[in-house]
């Protein structure tokens, strides 16, 4: 569903992406670690048509990010790490907003804001302006937002910063259900523990270069996902 192929990606004659190629297949939650500045948002942004890049290429459902960028962008659905929306508007502003762009059918977009809304809690502040809300709050609303077109392939740069422990366990859960259903999740993080319970694949990226890459129990072995990335990262 989605493969990364050679990709490389430069600023000012510096490689911030090296030759890295990937594989998300679907059914499949694939997690992209790696420390602060290695590579990963530059990779994500690439990945979702935000960023170009100078060699390589990045197929969605087999078409091109930089040929079909229109028919690509709607069949993902990308979360940065720090959502940026529109606080002037409210709650339920913003997600009519965005199923308009993808010209959700009334019925449809109503089903999913009232279900998700009430599986994040925040079903009784949709009527409040976004400029109200907490960072926690906020991520919430760009989750169900992402979710209310029904995209193919999820994108999310740290899903988890500034969400509680409920609404952690109940993105988890969304995710889990989302490739059940047929998608595909592609997702960096910091926090190694959900990554190591709820991946299928993982990559370990440090200065622009995947260090390892593949299914999640051959890369850990018999140790923690913790103790692989330490191990990795000091010997590069």
């Known amino acids: 569903m989605l493969k990364i192929i050679n990709l490389t990606k430069s600023y000012k004659n510096k490689k911030a992406i090296d ?31 935000i960023h170009n890049f100078e060699e390589g290429e990045i197929l969605i459902n087999s078409k091109s990010i930089k040929k079909y960028p229109i028919e690509c962008k709607k069949e993902i659905a990308y979360i940065p790490d720090n959502p940026d929306l529109y606080e002037s508007l ?14 959700v059918e009334k019925k449809e977009r109503e089903e999913k ?32 937002s ?12 740290e899903p988890f910063v500034g969400l509680d422990p409920k609404a952690a366990f109940t993105l988890k859960e969304i995710m889990k259900e989302f490739c059940n259903n047929g998608g595909c999740i592609f997702f960096s993080t910091h926090v190694l523990e959900v990554a190591e319970k709820i991946c299928d694949k993982i990559a370990i990226i440090k200065d622009g270069k995947l260090v390892t890459y593949g299914e999640t129990q051959k890369v850990k072995g018999d140790k923690s996902l913790e103790n692989i990335f330490m191990e990795m990262i000091d010997n590069e």
């Open 113 to 144: 804001i009232r279900y998700y809304s009430k599986e994040f809690e925040i079903d009784k502040a949709l009527g409040d302006l976004i400029s109200s809300y907490s960072h926690g709050m906020k991520q919430k609303l760009a989750i169900i």
């Open 146 to 157: 992402a979710l209310i077109h029904s995209p193919k392939i999820l994108v999310l740069d």
């Open 90 to 103: 409210t709650g339920i502003g913003y997600l009519n907003f965005i199923a308009d762009i993808f010209r």
């Open 19 to 49: 030759n890295i190629s990937m594989e998300v297949k679907e059914g499949e939650i694939f997690g992209f670690i790696g420390h602060n500045g290695a590579g990963k948002t530059t990779t994500i942004k690439s990945i979702v048509g």
